[in-house]
């Protein structure tokens, strides 16, 4: 697999998008910079980390095979191979917070942003941002974040942790492409950070309310046991876990 790295880029999602336009992105292709001066986050947010301390890397997968309706089923095989990944490396207590939050120890160690390229309502190819604390240990106005070294103790070599999340990626899409969708989604639900623990979360409005999350649809909105055993589903704007 080819592995463009390069010292500094605005963002490498925005770079390996450009690329896939121009036809120049093969299934597999990752681009991963030592520094981005405009690293984004998911809904708009910036996603800041310190020169070549960690990884901020992205993927380019063929997923001409997966219709636009489970489009889901892209983030949950992504957010699984990060999991794996780390729990490889040797960090336990990994959990994924929906939809694509991965945590350790209850914080943040990786962000994960997909921009999918739709044509006639097939996803022809998904561009995979993430961003993988590895060897920061300060992270002054981010309290709930945490890095590889905090968690596990010692130095990681950041090219051996992308070659292993690059293995993932692979195994994780072939579970996608042999349509093993109930595993994906098991393996997804069973890792799912505060599942059926008591929970507060806040709507749109702002307003707070309790439950228990259940599980996800196949689309992705979030399943939540309300009061009166009611299951309620909620779309990514509708709902945020309070933790
Ligand atoms: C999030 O949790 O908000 C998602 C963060 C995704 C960050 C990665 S870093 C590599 C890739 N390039 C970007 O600009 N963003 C993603």
Redesign the pocket.
Known sequence: MRIIKLDAID????YLKKLSVAGNAEDGLAVVAKF?T??????G?V?S?QEAKNL???VFKDVSFVEVSQHFYISMAVSLAVHEALNSLGLTDVKVKWPN?ILSDNK?IA???IENVIKLNVISGSVI???LNVNQTDFNDLPSASSLLLLSGHVHNLEEVLNTVLKQIEIHFNYLQNRQFKLLKSKYESHLFRKNKPSTFKNAEGSLFAGYIVGVSDIGQLLVRVEDNIIKSFDFKEVTLMY
């Open positions: 963002s490498t999602n925005t981005q405009n690293g984004r986050g998911q809904m947010t996603w980390s901020t890397f992205s939050d943040k962000g994960i942003l941002g993430i961003g």
